[in-house]
């Protein structure tokens, strides 16, 4: 299995935790978005669309990051993809729910924060209606939280690990959390996972080596 991604952006961050917690190292292929190396020949065969993550395995290629997360953990038979059709459902609506409107809420602070940064941009403003767009997805993401200590079943599955990849950098981000407490603990407890925190102490080091040097 061979994956196509660049560590820092927030689709493929889902990717590495998954991987993390599957104690899987498939073979990867950074692409240099920075650089455009997504818009290269050779990429644009694998994915017309330039876009990160890919996943190839045999004549298998798949993009969108929630799909290849859905794909390897049904591959590996892992509890993240729970077996019961409900179940399955729960997390997909949680899925749809940050791909069509939590991702452009969240996403832009981190990105336009340290992503960017990391590129040689510098920071870049995080603007009023950008800011409303936060505070409503995350509002969302509170009530979801509000009875349940995942966002989608009773125990941690995929969905987690999809919200969870916005948030790796939120102290790097100056995300203002302070009055979401069911996302705070929820973010408590996803922290503690090992694959969390080992996949948070690469993306930091990488992050943290960058700015210090420019």
């Known amino acids: 299995m061979k994956l196509y ?3 820092l952006t927030v689709n493929n961050i889902k990717v590495l935790l998954l991987c993390n917690a599957l104690e899987i190292e498939p073979e990867l292929q950074v692409i240099a978005l920075n650089k455009g190396e997504q818009r290269s020949d ?3 065969a694998i994915n017309p669309e330039g876009k990160v993550p890919v ?32 179940e399955q459902a729960k997390v997909l609506r949680v ?45 969302t993401l509170e009530d ?29 981000a100056d995300m203002p959390l302070e009055h979401y407490p069911n996302i705070q603990a929820w973010l408590r407890n996803i922290s503690k996972q090992p694959w969390f925190s080992k996949t948070q102490r690469y993306l930091e080091a990488i992050t943290s080596e960058a700015i210090t040097s420019n």
Do not use: C
Not at 128 to 137: D, G, H, L, P, Y
């Open 144 to 172: 979801f939280l509000k009875d349940n200590k995942f966002v989608a079943t009773e125990v941690v599955s995929i969905a987690d690990i999809s919200l969870a990849a916005f948030f790796i950098f939120a102290d790097k």
């Open 5 to 7: 991604i660049n560590p």
């Open 95 to 139: 899925l749809f729910w940050q791909s069509n409107y939590f991702n452009s809420g969240v996403g832009p602070l981190a990105h336009r924060k340290v992503v960017m940064p990391f590129w040689g941009f510098g920071t870049q403003e995080v603007d009023v209606e950008q800011m409303t767009k936060f505070s409503k997805a995350v509002s």
């Open 55 to 86: 996943l190839q395995e045999g004549e298998l290629l798949l993009n969108e990051s929630n799909a290849i997360l859905q794909y390897i953990a049904a591959k590996y038979q892992s509890t993240l993809w729970p077996s019961d059709l409900t």
């Open 42 to 44: 050779k990429f644009i």
